[in-house]
């Protein structure tokens, strides 16, 4: 990601790096408080995909995971996810949360799109504030995945692989690609709902 500057990469890879730049400063500030001061300043944030049929739905509601959409009965008019990703969510208790990722593409969106279940898709920007809604965790692989365990994103964070995330890397380099390959699967798992207020780039109605 540009833009971070040689100090923010800095910060980031000492939050990579599980050191930080004081001790002191540890002692006082969060991990989360830091990605956020950090995102804050160079205007980052998460992604959200969504077929733009949706948008009348968030900006009513908002951001809602799947189980309150059919409790509320309003189904995502498009929803991002197939029936056999729906129903492993479900089991494994993760359509109880908002699906958020770390850039603005992602695997299964394009299978989506090519799939024909999204017509028109956006990268919903979410702010970096979304990690302070209470009970907000991270994942490191796809959330519904057998072996997945989803924890709290304090803890998660310095488990992240940030530096390919958002400094500069030679992506033509195959490990690189691994990297960001398995970077581009982590997920913030964010509970109930994510209000229109942490959407920053969502198109008036």
């Known amino acids: 990601m540009s833009g971070l500057g040689r100090r923010g990469a800095s910060c980031i890879s000492g939050l990579a790096g599980g050191n930080t730049i ?9 991990d989360i408080d830091k990605l956020i001061e950090i995102l804050t300043k160079i205007r980052g944030g998460f992604y959200h995909f ?9 900006r009513a509601s908002g951001l809602l995971y799947t ?25 494994s208790g993760m359509d109880a949360f908002v699906h958020l ?9 394009w299978i989506a799109r090519q ?8 990268f919903l920007k979410i702010s970096p504030q979304v990690l302070r809604i209470p009970d907000t965790l991270i994942v490191d692989t796809v959330s519904n995945r057998a072996d997945a365990v989803p924890r709290p994103a304090e803890e998660m964070i310095r488990n992240l692989d940030l530096k390919v995330i958002y400094t ?17 699967k982590c997920e913030i798992l964010v509970p109930s709902h994510i ?5 920053t780039n969502i198109p008036n109605g």
Not at 22 to 30: A, I, Q, T
Not at 101 to 109: A, G, K, Q, S, T
């Open 67 to 91: 189980r309150a959409q059919k409790e509320k009965e309003r189904v995502a008019i498009a929803p991002g996810g197939n029936d056999w990703s729906l129903d492993a969510d479900r089991r």
């Open 115 to 122: 799939q024909g279940r999204i017509a028109d898709s956006l």
């Open 50 to 58: 969504t077929d733009t049929r949706n948008l009348a739905l968030i």
């Open 168 to 184: 500069r890397t030679d992506w033509k380099d195959p490990a690189v690609q691994e990297r960001l390959k398995a970077a581009k």
């Open 101 to 109: 990722c770390f850039f603005d593409d992602h695997p299964m969106e």
């Open 195 to 199: 209000p229109i207020n942490l959407i």
């Open 22 to 30: 004081d001790s002191r400063e540890e002692r006082k500030v969060s």
